[in-house]
């Protein structure tokens, strides 16, 4: 399971101190969700990141595409405090630092990951599942005698629409297709009321049907979330993309919309071509 959803799903975010995250809510009042400024990061002299700077919008769709070892895997793993950067900023809108914070925090704070393999429990309903990932106290006591209220049941059965499994609410998760299984952690990850959510290839092994659909969900979704999607799929990326940023060697090669950076003799040298 992912790191960011353990943390969404068990005691330890329950326990964040809320001083660290400067207080309750976002403050992003010059319309920038998150901001990176010159992140370096190094693994034995491999110089993942080279000073990278990127920034998303409040209500964003931004679409991060690049060859192998471009650096989009340690990028997500700086923004969710998985790896820690050697020198540079990273910050959740204006107040946050991201440097400051552990993964658990991170995640309460407001920033949802979903790696490319899904990450379910799959013994359990798909209902199940959306009920144990809703942001509420996890603590034991809590958890063994909480009650469902109708404003909770009613969230459930709208996320269930939304990710096109409301016929598949009392389905044993672990019987969904792969695509299913990729919606319903989308969903999970949903139920947490993320500001960011970071998506890793999340079409790979997909049906072209389920992709048309993934696509669908995220235009949905843009707006009242900000999403950064890493992904390999150019057809898919052609559906949702309004703006690409192309990483290589650890920076931005290039940024716009995908025709721009299409056309781009350099993307094309070191990617698209290949």
Known sequence: MSASFKEFSGGAAGELAPARI??????????????????????????ALNK??????????????GPNGAGKTTMMDVITGKTRPDSGTAFFGQTIDLAQLTEA????????????????????SVFENLELSMKTDKRVRK????????????RIAEMLELIR????????????????????????????EPRLLLLDE???????????RTAE????????????????DMAFIGRIARKVSV????????????????ADQRVIEVYLGR
């Open 22 to 47: 400067a207080g309750e809510g976002l403050d992003a009042t010059h319309g920038v969700v998150l901001y990176l400024d010159d992140i370096s990061v190094s693994f034995d002299g491999f110089r």
């Open 52 to 65: 990278l700077s990127l920034a998303i919008d409040i209500g964003e769709l931004r679409c991060v595409i």
């Open 105 to 124: 925090e991170i995640a309460h704070a407001g920033i949802g990951r979903k790696f490319q393999k899904p990450t379910i429990f799959e013994r359990h």
């Open 143 to 154: 958890s063994l005698f909480a009650k469902l209220d109708g404003a909770q049941q009613d």
């Open 165 to 192: 499994l409301a016929g598949s609410a009392s389905r044993q998760a672990g019987l969904l297709s792969h695509g299913q299984k990729q919606w319903l952690e989308i969903g999970m990850l949903l139920m947490q």
């Open 202 to 212: 999340p079409v790979a092994g997909m049906s072209d049907e389920e992709t048309e």
């Open 217 to 232: 969900l995220f235009l949905a979704l843009a707006g009242k979330h900000s999403l950064v999607v890493v992904e390999h």
């Open 247 to 262: 990483l290589h060697e650890g920076s931005i090669l290039a940024e716009g919309s995908l025709e721009q950076v299409q």
